[in-house]
T-cell receptor, first 111, second 110 residues
Framework: QKEVEQDPGPLSVPEGAIVSLNCTYS??????FMWYRQYSRKGPELLMY????GNKEDGRFTAQVDKSSKYISLFIRDSQPSDSATYLC???????????FGTGTRLLVSP | DAGVTQSPTHLIKTRGQHVTLRCSPI?????VSWYQQVLGQGPQFIFQ???????GRGNFPDRFSARQFPNYSSELNVNALLLGDSALYLC?????????FGQGTRLTVV
């Protein structure tokens, strides 16, 4: 079993839709939860992160962490064609700085 | 303000050869990590260096090695290249939760 599970998609939505991206994990030591966006053939770009449980909002993006269920989510409101990319969740513990990534979900937003 | 820079951006090597990849972190960052991303997968942790010392190593063979220099730049070396080493090699500057990645080096082994 992988430490972090993420549906690879692709997830296709029309412009303006609300998008929900999710990851589950098995390691209860994880304390940091990050979301990265990766365009084709580019490096991952940090979108936002949360520490421990709770919600965090940044513009059209909202990240949620439910540690009791070992489940994290990223919501994108008013999705745009420019949001079309692969979204990677990543996690780390407080000691060792290694990040553990999901496989990434490919998102396609059509005009 | 310069981000994370990696060089080269692309290269093609033959099986059995050696390769050196380079990374310059964001100014002020003392931590550099290396990741391998195979097509269709998430990045896999290879090494982390902090203040020129190895802080961690992922599940990669001894053919992979790295070092960090006094100016905090870093090199990743891979010996005896295999076809399976073909991937995007990413360098990350800074540690969790604010780890910033470079554009990567795309290595093709033929």
């Amino acid at each position: 079993q992988k430490e972090v599970e993420q549906d690879p998609g692709p997830l296709s939505v029309p412009e303006g839709a609300i998008v929900s991206l999710n990851c589950t994990y098995s390691n209860s030591a994880f304390q940091y939860f990050m979301w990265y966006r990766q365009y084709s053939r580019k490096g991952p770009e940090l979108l936002m992160y949360t520490y421990s449980s709770g919600n965090k909002e940044d513009g059209r993006f909202t990240a949620q962490v439910d540690k009791s269920s070992k489940y994290i989510s990223l919501f994108i409101r008013d999705s745009q064609p420019s949001d079309s990319a692969t979204y990677l969740c990543a996690m780390g513990d407080t000691g060792f700085q290694k990040l553990v990534f999901g496989t990434g979900t490919r998102l396609l937003v059509s005009p | 303000d310069a981000g994370v820079t990696q060089s080269p951006t692309h290269l093609i090597k033959t099986r059995g050869q050696h390769v050196t990849l380079r990374c310059s972190p964001i100014s002020g960052h003392k931590s550099v990590s290396w990741y391998q991303q195979v097509l269709g997968q998430g990045p896999q942790f290879i090494f982390q260096y902090y203040e020129k010392e190895e802080r961690g190593r992922g599940n990669f063979p001894d053919r992979f090695s790295a070092r960090q220099f006094p100016n905090y730049s870093s090199e990743l070396n891979v010996n005896a290249l295999l076809l399976g080493d073909s991937a995007l090699y990413l360098c990350a500057s800074g540690g969790a939760p604010e780890a910033f990645f470079g554009q990567g080096t795309r290595l093709t082994v033929v």
